[in-house]
């Protein structure tokens, strides 16, 4: 028998996933569940790896980072210690770095129909939980090794963590693709975007008078808050352009 690493941390609320998930990676395995995350890999691969340590947590961040996008529920995650576990059971704990925080808003009402023999015909806790951990899983693999992928989850979560600034944060993922395509028409024929999808949200990020908004100094006076319709109907657009690249970089090879 060999000699394990585990790398931990810690997650609240403990039922922020709605399900136990493992994910077997190359090189360590990623167990989610009820407030404890673990990352287990062999002695001989993490020893002689200096980066590993770095490489579980950029993956573990990023695939938090994409479930927030479907869930805006607060959490904190936070780095733990690392244990090294011998054949004989004996285990050598080491408790470092920094906690880490990030924080998210937010609240799902589920609906589950069935027939009248109880066989289920839409179930939306189930379609949310697979969707979310697929988005989840796309930004652990290409997020780390892209920069631009990074950029646009950042962006998110400062939409979610300055809601007073929703919109505005929101709109930085809008301007990075435009940056990094270099114009708005290479934006929306690479990654398939809806001319009357784009004009809307730079209406409401730049146009509406809202509090949330980019240019609330021009509209002095007549500002509102946006409605509960126009800040899903962003969030939306926004985090369907997040995916659209996310799926792009995938594609050129930007992932582990």
Request: neutral net charge; hydrophobic residues 35%; contains cysteine.
């Amino acid at each position: 028998m060999s000699i394990k690493v585990i790398l931990e941390y810690n997650y609240k609320p403990e039922n922020y996933f709605e399900q136990n998930i493992k994910i077997q990676r190359d090189k360590y395995v990623l167990t989610i569940l009820s407030g404890k995350v673990s990352a287990t890999t062999e002695a001989s691969i993490y020893d002689p790896d200096n980066e590993l340590e770095n490489t579980v947590y950029n993956d573990l961040n990023a695939f938090f980072k994409g479930a927030q996008v479907f869930s805006h529920r607060p959490y904190e995650l936070k780095k733990g210690g690392i244990v090294r576990l011998h054949p004989n059971g004996r285990r050598d704990v080491t408790i470092v770095m920094q906690p880490a925080v990030l924080q998210f808003k937010g609240r799902v009402v589920d609906i589950k129909v069935t027939d009248r023999d109880g066989n289920v015909i839409e179930d939306t806790k189930a379609e949310r939980v697979k969707e979310s951990l697929e988005f989840a899983n796309l930004a652990a693999k290409v997020a780390p090794l892209d920069p631009v992928a990074m950029a646009l989850l950042q962006s998110y979560t400062a939409s979610v963590n300055d809601p007073a600034n929703e919109l505005a944060h929101l709109y930085e993922i809008r301007d990075s693709l435009c940056t990094h395509f270099q114009s708005e028409n290479e934006v929306r024929k690479v990654l398939n975007v809806s001319k009357t999808r784009w004009q809307r949200f730079g209406h409401l990020a730049n146009e509406a008078p809202v509090t949330q908004g980019r240019h609330r100094g021009k509209k002095l006076g007549q500002l509102r808050s946006a409605t509960k319709e126009e800040l899903d109907e962003a969030r939306s657009f926004a985090t369907d352009l997040v995916h659209a690249y996310l799926l792009y970089s995938q594609k050129l090879g930007g992932e582990k």
